[in-house]
């Protein structure tokens, strides 16, 4: 039986540690185990993974207002529903407004 110390070092032998300089603003990515796909974001230098037990809206709602939250889920599902039916970037580029999310103080 493997001891946890002797599989850390096992582990070693094929992990190169990549010096990532991340410039300001949020990112993601996912991290693969062979088991499952880890979502992860970046704030800033910082990387959070979320939760399994949250769903969207859930997530959604933490930030925004009803209102804004619904928005969001809308213009969501209508994007979707104009890229299904789209044969080109013509088809949808009237939604082509991205949502800015600025903090009120």
């Known amino acids: 039986m493997a001891k946890a110390k002797d599989v850390h070092e096992e582990l070693f032998l094929y992990i190169e540690d990549i010096p990532i300089d991340c410039e300001e603003g949020v990112g993601t990515g ?4 062979g088991e499952k796909a880890i979502g992860t974001i970046r704030i800033n230098n910082e990387w ?3 939760r399994d037990d949250l769903k969207p809206m859930d997530i ?6 009803n209102e804004s939250a619904k928005h969001v889920v809308y ?3 209508r994007g979707l529903a104009a890229i299904r039916k789209a044969s080109c970037y013509k088809d949808t580029e009237h939604l082509d407004h991205p ?6 103080s």
């Open 30 to 33: 996912t991290i693969l185990t």
């Open 48 to 50: 959070y993974t979320m």
């Open 60 to 65: 959604l709602f933490s930030f925004l207002d």
């Open 75 to 77: 213009r969501g599902k």
């Open 99 to 104: 949502l800015e999310f600025v903090k009120k």
